[in-house]
């Protein structure tokens, strides 16, 4: 068994573990070609296994237009979902870099406590994505506060836009900016929908003021995701395992 699943056994309760869970830990490292993934990410395996099988999910569908990463921290979900999608897509990764910003009224309270956490860096992110073999010419990392780094020249489509911004003020801004580029049928993820009150109330608000009823999906307690356009489940599609 691979070193990093038996750190991974040894850090929760053996009790705890099931074997579905190391079954996902294994399924990434052999997704990404490195176990190093889970040292650039925030995210749980389970939460990566969902991001990855939905970037398969849109490779299928032969659509045109790029990633983009509203949150990315040391790079670990840019990474892995990047490397899931065609090889003629672009990544676009912006974050400032400096951590979580100052929450506004809009944000929950227990919201507060996590300014200034999450502080990824450039160079793990560059790291990350030239070990799972990426080609720098592939992707953009715009380092700033999104009001500044939105200003600079945008992505002119989106097949894959992952939002992963925690607070009210990120993730609306971060819709406003991407989701009229995204193409039809690309796909919207929304990290903390159901984890923080403010990336809700974003969405919400963002949906009443463009008049827009996504049909949204949900992957355990935190995660959102939608196609754009979809209008209904009647064609059977159903979110597989990585
Ligand atoms: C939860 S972390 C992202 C986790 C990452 N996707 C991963 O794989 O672990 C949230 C990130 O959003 C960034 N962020 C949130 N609001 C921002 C803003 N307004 N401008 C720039 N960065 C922001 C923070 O710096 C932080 O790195």
């Known amino acids: 068994m691979n070193h990093v699943i038996l750190m991974f056994l040894r850090k929760k309760k053996k009790s ?3 074997s579905v869970e190391v079954g996902i830990h294994k399924r990434i490292i052999e997704v990404s070609g490195t176990a190093s993934v889970f040292e650039h990410t925030l995210c749980r395996p389970s939460k990566l296994a969902s991001l990855g099988s939905l970037a398969k999910a849109i490779s299928k569908r032969g659509l045109t237009g790029d990633f983009v990463e509203c949150g990315v921290y040391k790079g670990g979900s840019a990474a892995l ?8 897509c672009h990544a676009w990764l912006y974050d400032s870099f400096e951590g979580m910003p100052e929450v506004s009224e809009h ?8 300014e200034g956490t999450c502080v990824g860096h450039v160079d793990d992110a560059v790291k990350i994505m030239t070990e799972m073999s990426i080609s720098p010419e592939r992707f953009t990392i715009r380092k700033g506060w999104f009001e500044d780094s939105f200003k600079e020249p945008l992505p002119k489509q989106i097949q894959y836009l992952h939002i992963d911004a925690d ?3 990120s993730v609306l801004l971060a819709l406003e900016t991407f989701y009229p580029l995204v193409v039809d049928g690309g796909l919207i993820v929304l990290d903390d929908f159901g984890h923080w009150e403010g990336c809700r109330r974003a969405f919400y608000d963002y949906c009443e003021r463009e008049k827009i009823r996504p049909l949204l999906d949900r992957f355990e307690n935190d995660q959102a995701f939608w196609f754009k356009g979809r209008e209904h489940n009647r ?7 990585l």
Do not use: M, N, Q, R
Request: hydrophobic residues 40%; proline residues 3%.
């Open 107 to 114: 944000d929950d309270s227990a919201a507060k406590e996590w």
């Open 235 to 241: 064609d059977g599609w159903t979110h597989k395992a």
């Open 81 to 88: 979902i990047f490397s899931l999608l065609p090889t003629d």
């Open 167 to 169: 607070w009210y003020d």
């Open 16 to 18: 705890s573990v099931s």
